[in-house]
């Protein structure tokens, strides 16, 4: 593969393209329309890194520094033109940015379309590097002519979307001056999009608010006509601008076609001057989960584009999508020195905390639009109570639960303080990665028959936030698998029957002889006051980690050694009085059911038992002998 750039060369996409240019020229997106609103806003993009570049390289804007994109349309040759005056592509550019997928998740991506999703997939266009290709659902060829700023070389790359692409050198004068233009041939049955009143309606619906002016030319030979201002909307005062216009922003900037679920634009004054106009999706981001965790918020400097992985939020508020724009940074700032700004962390502090002010007014204001953000996003919040020390407080006001008590809504902390029983100190939780599993388990069976909520978590970071967050409003988290119940404070409703507060001696010996025979698989064997109808439970000890935080750390490979758990015993247990009443000559038959109730307790817990074959043996002498007395 050759890279001398005075001759032309073929290429194959990479394998994701091919794949992605399938899916795209056999229409598997409804809506062919965002093809015009990808190109227009990678125009956008073109202008605006130019401007940026310009500040420390003036002559790069020549004599033609005011940016634009033009839209000009060929009826008779059924032809669309897009063009920039932005910064244009050199040979290598064009390779890496129209042959290849840069971003993760673009296998995730396709398959999710491929698998029939076809009401998310204009959401998806757009946010993977791949918003380029959707110009192949509505042209069988296109070309793509481009002329680097400051460069004396042009380059043509063109593709029929079929699996290789062409890239060649172009004589100057059949290039843009400066910038690129993507020429689309476009399928008979996309014809319409030449019409004006198609392109206009188009453009100013999707892209009339990118910080670049936009022009019309109807046909060749006739004069271009300017559709959009590029007058930035952050800038504008928020009583003139019309919520259809917010959603027509927050659609080009997310890469999302849905409605945004609540907006915040506001301007800071002060010690640091700076516009931010940002949205919280109405549905997730498609790229929600990804390893980086990256932001999706971009950095302006006085209406200058400078970067999108400014790092303007912390991570567990990726989700938000929108731009800062700073009337103090210097424009020439570098990305090193973004980072160790001090004035950019104000920045982060101020938006971070409007933001989380923002979500806590609509939880209070408007619970059904903070319930949908939460069944979107609450996962990600989350992760914020275990990462951000600082907020916990806040965070956790924000936080919502399902419970024992709450069916299928959610429960605030708030909610659950307020529903404490007499004599509860503590707020109790389960963590589990099923509910169903959860509200099975014996190990509420005694908090169940006091009335006694317990939160139900079943997201992974659940385990490890209640480590990082000791308390709310002076209660403390308390997993209900771990150490004490703590019940005996607290009563039992006046119509439960009352278990003896004694357990028997024979009970009592039989717990010390399960104790004996299970030797050092359990730190110890106790009486329990939590369980009220199955025989046997496990839980940990009372300092370390609780069941399920012990799984998650065993599983990373984070666990040198697991704590031995404490095996409780129902004292009331039909089950458990009979084999306490046996007497020695029952001793082996004793010691199988001291393992089998051993076992027992791991099954109910989610776990295998602790020796499969001797567990098989068991059981097996236990049905003989029961075959034996029948």
Excluded at 26 to 41: A, M
Excluded at 600 to 628: C, N, T, Y
Aim: charged fraction near 30%; glycine fraction near 6%.
């Amino acid at each position: 593969m050759t890279t001398d750039t005075k001759t032309a060369e073929t290429r194959t996409f990479e394998a994701d393209v091919s794949r992605l240019l399938h899916m795209m020229v056999h229409s598997v997106y409804s809506d062919r329309d965002v093809f015009l609103r990808e190109l227009i806003s990678n125009a956008a993009d073109a202008c605006e890194k130019l401007r940026f570049e310009a500040v420390s390289r003036p002559e790069l804007l020549g004599d033609d520094p005011k940016p634009r994109i033009t839209i000009a349309a060929n009826p008779d040759n059924r032809e669309l033109v897009v063009e920039d005056n932005g910064i244009g592509m050199s040979r290598d550019e064009m390779a890496e940015a129209l042959g290849t997928i840069a971003r993760s998740g673009t296998r995730a991506f396709m398959e999710r379309v491929e698998a029939g999703k076809a009401a998310e997939d204009t959401q998806l266009i757009g946010q993977f590097g791949v918003g380029f290709y959707s110009a192949f659902m509505v042209a069988d060829r296109v070309d793509v002519i481009s002329h680097q700023a400051g460069s004396d070389e042009a380059f043509r790359w063109s593709s029929d979307g079929k699996g290789t692409y062409e890239i060649a050198p172009v004589p100057l004068e059949a290039a843009p001056k400066r910038g690129t233009r993507v020429v689309l041939h476009l399928m008979e049955d996309a014809s319409s999009y030449t019409t004006p009143y198609r392109l206009e309606g188009l453009t100013k619906s999707q892209s009339g608010h990118v910080p670049v002016p936009i022009t019309l030319v109807e046909k060749p030979g006739a004069e271009p006509r300017d559709i959009a201002d590029g007058t930035a909307l952050w800038v504008r005062q928020k009583s003139e601008i019309k919520p259809e216009e917010y959603t027509d922003f927050y659609r080009s900037v997310a890469g999302q076609y849905d409605e945004p679920a609540s907006t915040i634009h506001f301007r800071a004054e002060g010690r640091q001057e700076y516009s931010v106009l940002a949205f919280v999706p109405g549905s997730r981001p498609f790229d929600l989960f990804d390893q980086d965790r990256k932001g999706r918020m971009k950095l302006y400097v006085r209406r200058v584009f400078i970067t999108d992985d400014a790092d303007l939020l912390p991570r567990y508020l990726r989700f938000v999508r929108g731009l800062v724009d700073s009337a103090d940074l210097p424009l020439n700032v570098s990305r090193e020195m973004i980072q160790e700004s001090p004035l950019l962390a104000s920045i982060r502090k101020g938006v971070t905390n409007r933001v989380l002010g923002d979500l806590v007014k609509t939880a209070e204001n408007d619970a059904e639009t903070y319930t949908k953000i939460w069944e979107n996003f609450g996962v990600v919040l989350k992760e914020g109570l275990y990462e951000d020390y600082e907020r916990r407080e806040q965070l956790l006001k924000l936080a919502r639960f399902r419970s024992t008590a709450s069916g299928e809504g959610w429960r605030s902390l708030a909610d659950y303080v307020a529903a404490m029983k007499e004599g509860q100190k503590a707020i109790f939780f389960m963590a589990g990665d099923d509910r169903a599993r959860l509200e099975a388990s014996p190990q509420l069976e005694g908090f169940r028959a006091r009335g006694i909520e317990a939160l139900l978590l079943t997201d992974p970071v659940d385990s490890f936030w209640v480590t990082m967050a000791p308390e709310f409003d002076g209660k403390p988290f308390k997993s209900v698998t771990q150490g004490a119940a703590e019940l005996a404070d607290i009563p039992l409703p006046e119509d439960a029957a009352k278990p003896d507060a004694e357990t028997s001696s024979d009970v009592a010996s039989f717990l010390a002889f399960v104790k004996t025979t299970l030797g050092e698989e359990v730190s110890d064997v106790k009486a329990s006051d939590r369980l009220t109808e199955s025989a046997v439970c496990l839980v940990a000890p009372e300092h370390g980690p609780d069941r399920q935080f012990e799984r998650l750390l065993n599983a990373a490979g984070r666990l040198d050694k697991a704590a031995k758990p404490i095996l409780e015993i129902n004292p009331r247990h039909e089950r458990v009085a009979a084999l306490a009443k046996l007497g020695d000559d029952e001793k082996a038959f004793k010691e199988d059911a001291a393992h089998l109730l051993y076992d027992e307790a791991r099954v109910l817990d989610g776990d295998k038992p602790a020796d499969a074959k001797a567990f098989s043996a068991r059981l097996a002498r236990l049905i003989d002998r029961s075959l034996a007395k029948g």
